[in-house]
C-alpha cells in the first residue's frame, strides 16, 4: 500500500475520535494590535482597553475574531500527527465558522480537533474535513467552531 492509502484508511477509521489538543497561546495586547495594524480593523473593542473597559460589556478589550481563526493553523502544527509520505499541507478552507464566545484580552486559547471526513482528491491528495473548537481556559463555552478543510499533498 502507498502513503496515501495508509493515510486515508488511517482517518477513515478515525473519523469522530479526536485527532489533537494544541497548547495553550495566550493573547495579548501586544498580539491583538499587530492583528489590528496588519488586517486594519482598528476597532476600539480591540485596541483601545480604556474605552473597552467603559464602554463595553467585556471589561476589556477582546481578540478579533478572525485573529482567533487565524491561530488555527498553529493549533494544527502541535494537533496534527506526522504522516510518512505528506509532503505538504494547505489550508483549503472552512465549511462552517462560528464565533460563539468573545476572547479577553490576557486569555490562553487552544484547539481541539476531530476528524470529520476524507476525500482523496487524486493520487496524491487527500481533503480532510476536521471539527475545530477553539477554548478558552477557565470558560464555559468555546470562542469559536469550525469545519476545516485542509488539502494534504503525498510524493
Not at 7 to 32: F, L, N
Not at 71 to 98: C, E, H, I, W
Not at 104 to 113: D, L, S, T
Request: aromatic share 10%; proline share 4%.
Amino acid at each position: 500500500m502507498s502513503h496515501i492509502d495508509i493515510a486515508y484508511a488511517a482517518i477513515q477509521d478515525s473519523i469522530g475520535t479526536e485527532i489533537g489538543v494544541s497548547d495553550w497561546q495566550t493573547i495579548d495586547q501586544k498580539m491583538i494590535d499587530k492583528f489590528g495594524s496588519v488586517t486594519l480593523d482598528r476597532q476600539f473593542i480591540h485596541n483601545d482597553p480604556i474605552r473597552a473597559a467603559t464602554e463595553t460589556p467585556f471589561g476589556g478589550t477582546i481578540a478579533h475574531g478572525f485573529l482567533v481563526l487565524s491561530l488555527a493553523s498553529r493549533f494544527a502544527f502541535d494537533s496534527f500527527p506526522a504522516t510518512q509520505g505528506q509532503v505538504m499541507g494547505m489550508n483549503y478552507g472552512f465549511d462552517k465558522v462560528r464565533f460563539l464566545t468573545p476572547v479577553p484580552c490576557g486569555a490562553r486559547v487552544r484547539g481541539r480537533f476531530i476528524a470529520k471526513d476524507v476525500v482523496r482528491k487524486s493520487d496524491m491528495q487527500l481533503l480532510q474535513t476536521s471539527a475545530l473548537t477553539v477554548e478558552i481556559e477557565g470558560a464555559a463555552k468555546p470562542a469559536l467552531i469550525a469545519d476545516w478543510l485542509t488539502l494534504a499533498v503525498f510524493s
